[in-house]
C-alpha cells in the first residue's frame, strides 16, 4: 500500500510541475481539490506504476539525486515482484521469477546490490524474506527517504506544502 501512496504523491508532483496555475488553488483550500486536477488525476489512477515512476524522472530531472532514483527502482522493483511472485501459505517467503528476460534480471541485480551466484537458475528466481526484520526495514526506508526526504523537497521546490499532498 505504501507504494500506492507514493505514486499518488509523484502525481500531485508531476500535475502541479507541470501546472503551475492551480497551485494557488490547491493550497488556498485543503477541503476542495480544483476540478481540473481531480480530472488530470482520476486518469493518472489508471496508469501503472512503472509509467508514472517513469514521467516523475523525467518531469523532475536534474533534481533528483542518484540515490533517490535508486529507492524509486527498487520500490518499483519490489512492487513488481510482489504482485508476481509464487506463494504459499506453507512457507514464510515469496519466490519471484523475472519475466521480460536477461535486462530485467540486471535491472533488479543492480538495484538490488545482488551478485551472480554459481550455477544460479536462469532466467534467474529471487527469494523475497520479508519476515526478516532487516529486509523489511530496509525496505521501508526507503520508502520513508523518499517520502520525508525527496518528495519534501520537491513540493517545496514547486511551492506546495508537503503536507497538502500526503
Known sequence: MYSVWLQNQMTDLIILKKHPDIIDKFIGNP???PSF????RVNYWE???YTVKEEFKKVFSGML???????LECVYHIRNA???????????YMLFRPGRGANQEQEIMKVFGLTPKVDQSHP????LTF????TYLYNFNQI??????CFERLSKSIGIPHSRIR
Open 144 to 149: 520513508k527517504r523518499l517520502d520525508e526526504i
Open 131 to 134: 519476515y526478516d526484520d532487516n
Open 31 to 33: 477541503l476542495v481539490i
Open 37 to 40: 486536477m481531480h480530472k488530470v
Open 47 to 49: 496508469k501503472q506504476f
Open 65 to 71: 539525486q542518484e540515490d533517490e532514483i535508486n529507492d
Open 124 to 127: 534467474m528466481i529471487l527469494k
Open 82 to 92: 510482489i504482485a508476481h511472485s509464487h506463494i504459499s501459505l506453507g512457507r514464510d
